[in-house]
């Protein structure tokens, strides 16, 4: 069993630095579970303009847990998903999957997924909010759910679903200078698809994961009403 390492690197001199877990316990509060029917990805994608007739007609409930580690400089814990998965092998990814008909809602079925993937004991878990779903053309409605996690807390990964975890600064993945805009030929509707990646040591975060955080900070950095 271990805790999930930081990586060891500070965030570069362009990133916010703000109080961001203020301000996502600000905005996030009260927040309930919803499905926007005009926010919605293909994989990896920012732009989704004519994308929509890609999608499924009736996606399955899935839920993840965005995990915000309340270390001295906020981070973001990810898995890596095993390489022998039928879905999203290998790729960056938040603990989740289905919710199924026993869970109470997306929270207990992101709480329940973090426990049996990465073993994450939810006594170290307060869940704050919810993001709007994310629809995926591999056929799921993703509800993020996203929670503060005390440090302290030991992993014990599912080796056949979870391959490494690793965590993330915020201030870092909150840095539009590290965000690269990339285009891609989807492999499963064959379109070409714009869409914004995050390298982070040796790793590159896109796809649905990507388009969650980027969710979260336009969240954290719009105008607020007066």
Not at 36 to 63: I, M
Not at 112 to 124: H, S
Not at 142 to 154: C, D, K, R
């Amino acid at each position: 069993m271990r805790e999930a390492s930081t990586g060891e690197r500070e965030a570069p001199e362009s990133a916010v630095n703000r109080d961001w877990a203020g301000i996502i316990r600000r905005r996030l509060h009260g927040s309930t579970p919803h499905h926007d029917p005009d926010h919605w990805l293909t994989p990896g994608s920012f732009d989704s303009s004519g994308r929509r007739h890609f999608l499924p007609r009736a996606p399955v409930p899935a839920a993840v847990l965005v995990p915000l580690v309340e270390r001295r400089e906020l981070t973001v814990l990810f898995t890596q998903r095993a390489t022998q998965l039928r879905n999203h092998a290998g790729q960056i990814s938040f603990p989740g999957g289905r919710i199924e008909l026993a869970d109470a809602g997306p929270a207990a079925a992101a709480l329940r997924e973090a426990r049996e993937e990465i073993g994450l004991d939810e006594r170290f878990v307060s869940v704050i909010g919810y993001l709007p779903d994310h629809v995926v053309i591999t056929g799921f409605r993703i509800t993020p759910v996203v929670a503060f996690v005390q440090p302290g807390f030991e992993l014990l990964l599912a080796s056949e679903e979870v391959e490494d975890t690793f965590e993330v600064p915020l201030d870092y993945l909150f840095d539009p200078g590290n965000h690269r805009l990339q285009r891609r030929r989807s492999t499963v509707s064959g379109a070409e698809v714009e869409f914004r990646e995050i390298p982070f040591d040796g790793r590159t975060i896109w796809g649905a994961t990507a388009g969650m955080l980027l969710t979260l900070y336009r969240i954290c950095t719009a105008p607020q009403p007066p």
